[in-house]
């Protein structure tokens, strides 16, 4: 049987990422719950300064639902593990304590945490002064074993370097803020 | 007659015959073989639940004992099937409540299983053994506790994959304190915790037990105690594998693995941290398959674990494995058969790890036993797809999915179609491919000269034309599902090649340029098919019949047309003309 190359004639939905993805994925919102799910995945992915994920056809790649849920609920991988789970000391306090960094988003949660936790108060963090005025400082304990001021370096950065924490005494922190 | 062996004589020789196709052939020989053999056969395989209906089952064969059943098209898990579409298995559950109580095994895959229907099942068999729900849905944890308060004789609950409501952690409970009898039990795909302390002591008073999976609610600081009480496990399948790193959970978890001699399998890890991977580095050396699609751990920690495990045969990883991993596993697992690399991060737009053609271009040299291959990953070129073939004509399964549709070899921008060529060419067994890349119309033409064996064929963003379709329906003479979305192909090849959808299970077309006057013929001319047109823009009828369908279903049938169609759905046959005026 001779054919021939009908695509001049044939009746075509288009290239993925244009109509037919629209088409498609309104058509199948409607009846389909799961699709929608698919659509706000593709939202989380989103974080700025990355480039935005290419406009999503359904089905594809054709990866099921349940793996798709798990690697979104999953955390980073670790190498080492280090920046989870570390102790916490405060001068003066007879037993140490345990938190876990990633429960925390930012600097504010954690150090509020902290203030919660050992009832105290550790105050504002400045570039310049550190915490200068405060009755508490918090600092850490780096991988390469040295005692820094928290709130220096940005948050990811801390989380994977931070190895115990202490919370010093305002007096005895005042090197350290006026560098 | 003179010279014919006695029945009981004939039965007692068939029942040496367990497959399908030597007791379909033995059916055949004369009337009186197909009696005898249809009120022997024990097990029945309905590979599409509309193909047939329940009635005339049970009516061939009155003494069943053990049903398997699958129901939605394999592009339902990945949501081109939409909700609604069928494939409910209580109308099976009530034609053989009715006239099997003998039934003792139950298996269904992608099947719709109400609450209704495991409660039936629970109080209607019993000698029930074995429920193996594979991808379904439609059932709660309330149908689960059915099961367990009232098969006193249950061997397996296996929900692998399948999407349960999850009401109450409660329903294990409902297993009687002096139920003993469990072998197998695999919840790994319910959300919430069940009773911890009912599983313990399940597990106890199972000295039975062989199969273990567990979900990712079950915490690893518990994981010894069950494993304790089930030293004689084969399978075992953690809840989350991360923990506080403390050394007296290590030990513990050490300890009870090295207690565990016959392990075999291995499989969860979700949230799976290092630390706590060497605790099974004793068992390693006995496992022969391997689940680590849920770890989110690095290539070294992987490639540690995986080259301890000298004799595996099958392996699921994350494509954090990368191609060094893969050189690694490679060189130390040489008994590998099947190997599947899933991605890490599907939709991201530029690649975050270093896993490339490269990595299986390895598997495909060092491990002379490979024969199934699931491959995710983002580049691929003709020459690492014509090393592959090269290295492993044994390949039974191959699966290729490049992230990106339509993208050319990465090397020479041209299509991909010599690779997959060389493919079918040297594999001469092969009986699964799915396809993925930038690819003509020559490569289902090389498909359909070579590839006698394949059963089953994906093809998705493909194809120039007709011909390309009309390359695999004409030449692939072995073949079983073929589905196909978002390629071009219509009319032509899918009339001129009608009767060989007779000789297949079903064929599968979405998205792509099938008009809805071909279905119509198409139903019109082969009765034996059930030709569905399913199209959530409303009757076909309301558009012009040059129109594309959505979605198109064929499947072979001896019992027409299905009652149980929601509103998206539309079955073409002689009267389809008649039925909308």
Redesign the interface.
């Known amino acids: ?1 001779e ?1 021939v ?3 001049a004639t ?4 288009g ?2 990422g244009r109509d ?1 993805t629209e088409e ?1 994925s309104s ?2 919102a ?6 929608s799910s ?1 659509m706000e ?2 939202s989380e ?1 989103q974080e700025s300064g ?5 406009a ?13 849920n ?2 979104q609920q ?8 280090s920046g989870m ?1 570390v102790k916490v000391s405060m001068d003066g306090a007879p037993y140490l304590r ?1 938190i876990d960094l990633k429960c925390y988003k930012n600097y504010f949660d954690l150090l509020k945490a902290l203030e919660n936790m050992f009832k105290c108060t550790i105050g504002v963090y400045s570039e310049r002064e550190g915490y200068n005025g405060s009755e508490y400082a918090p600092t850490y304990e780096d991988k390469d074993g040295d005692w820094m001021l928290v709130g220096d370096v940005p948050w990811d950065m801390f989380i994977t370097s931070c190895k115990r924490l202490r919370i010093m005494k305002g007096s005895e922190a005042k090197g350290l803020g006026c560098l | 007659m003179a010279y014919s062996f006695p029945e009981e004589v004939l039965e007692h020789v068939f029942s040496f015959l367990t497959s399908d196709k030597d007791r379909n052939a033995v059916s055949l020989v004369c009337k009186s073989w197909y009696e005898i053999e249809r009120w022997c056969r024990r097990r029945i395989f309905v590979g599409n639940c509309y193909a047939v209906s329940p009635e005339i089952v049970i009516r061939r064969f009155p003494e069943v004992r053990a049903v398997e059943i699958k129901g939605k098209p394999h592009f339902a898990d990945f949501n081109l099937v939409p909700e609604g579409w069928g494939a409910y298995v209580y109308p099976w559950i009530a034609a053989m409540s009715a006239a099997c109580p003998l039934l003792e095994e139950i298996k269904l895959k992608r099947m719709v299983v109400t609450d209704e229907s495991l409660e039936l099942i629970s109080k209607s068999f019993k000698n029930f053994k074995v429920l193996v729900l594979s991808s379904c849905e439609g059932f709660t944890t309330d149908g689960l506790a059915s099961i367990a308060a009232n098969c006193r004789n249950l061997r397996e609950l296996d929900l692998r994959e399948s999407e349960v409501e999850d009401l109450s952690g409660h329903w294990l409970s409902h297993f009687p304190d002096n139920y003993t009898s469990l072998v197998s039990l695999n919840i790994s795909c319910l959300g919430s915790e069940v009773s911890f302390s009912a599983l313990e002591r399940l597990v106890a008073r199972s000295p039975n037990l062989r199969t273990l999976r567990l979900n990712r609610a079950v915490p690893l600081e518990k994981l010894p105690n069950l494993l304790r009480r089930a030293p004689q496990l084969v399978e075992l399948g953690t809840g989350a594998y991360s923990a506080e790193i403390r050394s007296d959970t290590y030990s513990n978890l050490a300890e009870a693995f090295s207690a565990c001699k016959q392990l075999k399998g291995l499989s969860g890890f979700w949230d799976a941290i290092p630390s706590y991977l060497p605790a099974m580095l004793h068992v390693c050396s006995g496992i022969t398959s391997l689940n680590l699609s849920y770890a989110t751990i690095q290539s070294p920690d992987l490639v540690q674990l995986v080259t301890q495990c000298r004799n595996l045969q099958r392996l699921w990883v994350l494509d954090y494995i990368e191609d060094r991993g893969l050189e690694a596993l490679a060189a130390s697992c040489k008994d590998l058969q099947e190997l599947r690399v899933f991605p890490s991060d599907p939709f991201g737009a530029e690649p975050n790890v270093s896993l490339t053609e490269q990595g299986l271009v390895s598997v495909s040299e060092g491990c002379p036993k490979l024969q199934s291959v699931l491959y995710f990953c983002r580049q691929m070129s003709n020459a690492a797809l014509v090393a592959i073939a090269r290295n492993r004509p044994n390949l039974i399964r191959f699966r290729l999915c490049i992230l990106e549709p339509r993208v050319p070899d990465y090397l020479t921008l041209e299509p991909l179609d010599t690779g997959f060529g060389a493919i079918v060419e040297n594999c001469k067994e092969l009986r699964r491919l799915s396809l993925s890349g930038l690819l003509t119309d020559r490569v289902f033409k090389y498909i359909g000269t070579h590839a006698k064996k394949l059963e089953m064929l994906s093809i998705a963003f493909a194809g120039d034309s007709d011909l390309g379709l009309h390359h695999v329906l004409s030449g692939c003479e072995s073949l079983r599902k073929l589905e196909i979305r978002d390629c071009p192909f219509g009319d032509k090849a899918l009339l001129a090649n009608a009767a060989k959808l007779e000789t297949m299970r079903s064929l599968w077309m979405s998205s792509c340029s099938v008009s809805y006057g071909a279905c119509k013929l198409l139903g019109q001319k082969l009765p034996r098919l059930n030709v569905e047109v399913i199209d959530e823009r409303g009757p076909p009828d309301s558009r012009p019949e040059s129109c594309p369908v959505e979605r198109l279903y064929v499947y072979r049938t001896v019992s027409g047309r299905r009652v149980d169609m929601p509103g998206f759905v539309w079955t073409m046959d002689e009267d389809a003309s008649l039925r909308f005026s």
């Open positions: 049987m054919f190359n009908l695509k044939e009746l075509r939905l290239l993925p037919e498609q058509s199948c409607k009846n389909n719950k799961r699709s698919e995945s593709s992915h990355a480039p935005p994920p290419k999503q056809v359904v089905g594809w790649p054709p990866v099921r639902s349940y793996r798709k798990v690697l999953q955390k980073k991988p670790e190498s080492d593990g789970f345990k």
